[in-house]
């Protein structure tokens, strides 16, 4: 079963960080800010058309919005941009680091 109180949650976060009021958004979407509003609450469950109108929306995956995770081929991208950044000094003590972690 979904936990439709934290989807909102998730809805409500990831408009802010976006930088989205829920005028804004409500608009971009089609929706009232009355429907927004309900759906950040928990109180309306958005149909299926919706949350992938929202996802678009909000450059998120599907899976994140409804479970919280973040698509693990995101994370390792992010992982990899930030690791190859580093001096190769800096890679091989993360890479040591990684090897004491997975053991």
């Given at each position: 079963m979904f936990n439709f109180k934290m989807i909102g949650q998730r809805v409500k976060?990831?408009?802010?960080?976006?930088?989205?009021t829920q005028e804004s958004f409500s608009e971009m979407l089609g929706i009232?800010?009355?429907?927004?509003s309900r759906i950040e609450t928990g109180a309306y469950r958005p149909s299926i058309q919706l949350i992938e109108k929202i996802c678009?929306?909000?450059e998120?995956?599907?899976?994140e919005l409804m479970f919280g995770n973040k698509s693990?081929?995101?994370a390792?991208?992010?992982?990899?941009?930030?690791?190859?950044?580093l001096s190769p000094e800096k890679q091989k003590a993360v890479s040591i680091i990684i090897d004491l972690i997975g053991k």
């Amino acid at each position: 079963m979904f936990n439709f109180k934290m989807i909102g949650q998730r809805v409500k976060i990831a408009r802010r960080e976006k930088g989205f009021t829920q005028e804004s958004f409500s608009e971009m979407l089609g929706i009232s800010t009355e429907h927004l509003s309900r759906i950040e609450t928990g109180a309306y469950r958005p149909s299926i058309q919706l949350i992938e109108k929202i996802c678009s929306s909000l450059e998120i995956t599907e899976e994140e919005l409804m479970f919280g995770n973040k698509s693990d081929s995101k994370a390792n991208a992010e992982l990899l941009s930030k690791i190859t950044c580093l001096s190769p000094e800096k890679q091989k003590a993360v890479s040591i680091i990684i090897d004491l972690i997975g053991k």
